[in-house]
């Protein structure tokens, strides 16, 4: 299964680089508010699951553009699909975006491609078997201080999002770690810090298909990745927190509070149990 995903993925980043030589003529249209969709959205999409159905015609398909009209939805086998994660990155021309494909089984995510086609990078994961990025095995980083660790996010732009509480929520996590980026491919953001290119990635009103494959590519890598609150069932949440298991437990004390899926009693026990996980201070040179 893993093979037939990755031809599929590998299909639509070839439509995707042709368009790219070529942006300006590509059409644009946008389902909301500074929320584009394009033509080579819907057409590396159309490929997927072209690609995907013509091996198993009796698989479900869940993708950002067409929804759940494709394939048979009572199958226990389910395709999420993100044909261009990073859309916006993409008609502007800066080459930040990725084919996200992940297969969920009884609803539990089996297996995952991420490929980038700007840079041919590959990232692979099947339950049980590790996460590869070209072949080569990857591993979440290994910091344990939350001060030395570089954090991905991404920021808000629909009109309805809480702008306000996102500023607070960067400000917390920009005052305590090295610094705080926001490259604009949820997907991609989730492979870097499975490849310890990145410590830790969080996010608000994500969907699904941004962050399936993702999800078991950092599991794969020995990290962790849930809601604010640590709650590994988070795929219909739109909350999103991954990094390494030290790193998780103290971003969970500085981001706990902002989860709308955490009670007054688990923000307190998820203070005291970051609190046991914080690395202890060094001891003042003599």
């Known amino acids: 299964m893993l093979n037939v995903a990755v031809k599929a993925a590998r299909a639509a980043g070839a439509i995707i680089n042709r368009a790219s030589l070529d942006i300006e003529s590509v059409r644009v249209s946008e389902k909301q508010a500074n929320d584009f969709v394009t033509e080579v959205d819907q057409a590396a999409e159309h490929t997927i699951i072209e690609t ?87 591993r979440v980083a290994k910091r344990l201080r939350l001060q030395e660790c570089l954090i991905s996010t991404g920021f808000p732009y629909r009109v309805e999002d809480d702008f306000n509480t996102y500023l607070r929520m960067m400000g917390d996590v920009m005052q305590n770690t090295a610094g705080l980026r926001r490259p604009g491919s949820a997907a991609l953001d989730l492979a870097y810090v499975a490849a310890g290119f990145t410590d830790g990635f969080f996010e608000i009103g ?68 970051v609190a046991e996980l914080m690395p202890a201070p060094k001891a003042p040179s003599s």
């Open 52 to 138: 995907l159905l013509g091996a198993y015609p009796d698989h479900a398909i869940w993708a950002e553009e067409s929804g759940r009209e494709h394939g048979a939805q009572n199958s226990d086998y389910v395709w999420i699909i993100d044909p261009l994660d990073g859309t916006t990155n993409f008609i502007h021309g800066l080459p930040i975006y990725c084919v996200s494909i992940a297969l969920a089984v009884k609803g539990k995510i089996e297996q995952a491609v991420i490929y980038d086609p700007t840079r041919n990078d590959l990232f692979t994961a099947t339950k049980g078997r590790g996460a590869y990025m070209n072949n080569r095995r990857l």
């Open 206 to 273: 994500l969907q699904a298909w941004d962050v399936a494959a993702g999800s078991l590519l950092m599991t794969e890598a020995g990290g962790l990745i849930g809601n604010f609150s640590g709650d590994a069932n988070f795929l219909d949440q739109q909350e999103c927190l991954a990094a390494n298991p030290r790193i998780y437990g103290q971003l969970i004390g500085i981001l706990g509070k902002y989860s709308k899926f955490a009670s007054v009693g688990d923000k307190a026990a998820v203070r005291t149990a």
